[in-house]
Antibody, heavy 125, light 113 residues
Framework: EVQLVQPGAEVKKPGESLKISCRTSGYIFINHWVGWVRQLPGKGLEWMGIMYPHDSDVRYGPSFKGRVTISADKSISTAYLQLNSLEASDTAMYYC??????????????????WGQGTLVTVSS | DIVMTQSPDSLAVSLGERATINCKSSQSVLYSATNKNYLAWYQQKPGQPPKLLIYWASTRESGVPDRFSGSGSGTDFTLNINSLQAEDVAVYYCQQYYGSPDTFGQGTKVELK
């Protein structure tokens, strides 16, 4: 069974950094893009970025460039999201998700077929 | 960046009726080399992560009921939910994965009339 496991919640102060883990299992980690999506309270989905663990190719959303780092530890099939200089407006749910792998072509794409349950991040002084 | 615009923002549909959601991209998401539209649809229920319904604009994800169907090409796409069930009440998002950064539509809330 494919699983993406995230911590349930994090509480941070303004100015601090956040690092969320996404521990995966049940599939070949390096074959799939892994992405991060943010959802502000009561709002829509915001694409933060993705990483292809096979070659460490990383892409970031423009709203987060310079403040976010996506990384992975292939040895433990875990992806990470780091967000620096936190502000109260970063209070949100953060999801990791797995990119779809097309077995016919051997290519992975960045539509997300499996999602973690999300990490609720609260930034407050 | 490719901007995705959904319409309507919300709609109320009676049980058993059809719900239609539109998604328009600011540029084509059809990749000519493969003739595939890099367009996906997701369903999100309260307190849950999104769930992939449709990819390549019209391919239903495994396990998704066949009352869900996607259509369209280029810049204009549609998600239809035939014979709406109570469990279909949710917010629906389109996503283009043609060009980085990927982008989502703003979401369409489907409610029962």
């Amino acid at each position: 069974e494919v699983q993406l496991v995230q911590p349930g919640a994090e509480v941070k102060k303004p100015g601090e950094s956040l690092k969320i883990s996404c521990r995966t299992s049940g599939y070949i980690f390096i074959n799939h893009w892994v992405g991060w999506v943010r959802q502000l309270p009561g709002k829509g989905l915001e694409w933060m970025g993705i990483m292809y663990p096979h070659d460490s190719d990383v892409r970031y959303g423009p709203s987060f460039k310079g403040r976010v780092t996506i990384s992975a530890d292939k040895s433990i099939s875990t992806a990470y999201l780091q967000l620096n200089s936190l502000e109260a407006s970063d209070t949100a749910m953060y999801y990791c998700a797995r990119g779809y792998y097309d077995a016919l072509t051997g290519l992975s794409h960045s539509n997300f077929d499996k999602w973690g349950q999300g990490t609720l991040v609260t930034v407050s002084s | 960046d490719i901007v995705m615009t959904q319409s309507p923002d919300s709609l109320a549909v009676s049980l058993g009726e059809r719900a239609t959601i539109n998604c328009k991209s600011s540029q084509s998401v059809l990749y000519s080399a493969t003739n595939k539209n890099y367009l996906a649809w997701y369903q999100q229920k309260p307190g849950q992560p999104p769930k992939l319904l449709i990819y390549w604009a019209s391919t239903r994800e495994s396990g998704v009921p066949d009352r869900f169907s996607g259509s369209g090409s280029g810049t204009d796409f549609t998600l239809n939910i035939n014979s709406l069930q109570a469990e279909d009440v949710a917010v629906y998002y389109c996503q283009q994965y043609y060009g980085s950064p990927d982008t989502f539509g703003q979401g369409t809330k489907v409610e029962l009339k």
